[in-house]
């Protein structure tokens, strides 16, 4: 049984049309704001499903809610899937005093849930600061499937090294070449940035990412390409958790930008469904 959270009602309906069995549930508000949740079903076991983008803190809190409702009902394996993972890129302390924020959301959650699933988790070494099982669900083949015919013999890159691994999954399933950007310090006040060992002149290239949130990097990496004389820019991210503008910025800067559903955005072309399907 599926137990689907206000942070993924919009994928309801396409995990209802792969057959799963969605158990409802009620999610309220008492008069002071704090979230009512009441699981009146029964079972021993159970997934839920909850993305958590924006209001991050309140989808963390019903995600709890919903856990410990379903233990006190007697559910004795549960599952969680979180398409968008808030705090995942906190991994580290850069500041002395500051926490490893997606270590406390790891280990709040395995308080309740015995295994979880993210979607593209920013960096997958965290997935081991969860107590249970913790899988990373790759959107790669959702995203080959959807730019391949655009991007027929081109190329896959990534804006780094860090997100290589990200567009060789996408490269792959394609059987097209793949790279990086990398930052070149050609004077000691000049930076360049180019794609590493690949000629990107006259060919498709499609971008792939974890997150958008400014554009900044984006833009930067579809200048960086028009100048070198690529064909059409596509930009295939993950999750889009975009600041205010920047859909329209990263937009207007490319061919085409789209992101998958992890995240509900004016430019989720994408669904993740299949491959949350594929692993559970
Ligand atoms: C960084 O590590 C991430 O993978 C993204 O590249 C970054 O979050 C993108 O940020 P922005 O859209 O603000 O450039």
Known sequence: MIIVGSGAVHLKDELLNFGAEVGEIEISRFPDGEKYVRVPLCGTEATVVQSTYKPQDENLIE??????????R???KLKLVVPYLAYSRQDRVTKEGEPISVRAVMRTLGLYY??????????PKTLDFFPGKAFNVSPARSIADYFGDKLGEGIVLSPDKGAL???RKVAEE??????HFEKRRISPTQVEMRPVEIDVSGKNVLIVDDIISTGGTMIR?????????ARKIFVGVTHGVFAEGAVEKVSNAVDELAVTNTIPTPVSKISVVPEIIRVL
């Open 63 to 72: 995600a709890l809610l919903i856990g410990d409702a379903l233990r006190e």
């Open 74 to 76: 007697g559910f004795e």
């Open 114 to 123: 015995d295994e979880l699933y993210v979607v593209d988790i920013h960096n």
């Open 165 to 167: 691994s990200r567009a």
């Open 174 to 179: 394609l059987g097209v070449e793949y790279s």
């Open 221 to 229: 990496a579809a200048e960086i390409l028009r100048k070198l004389g």
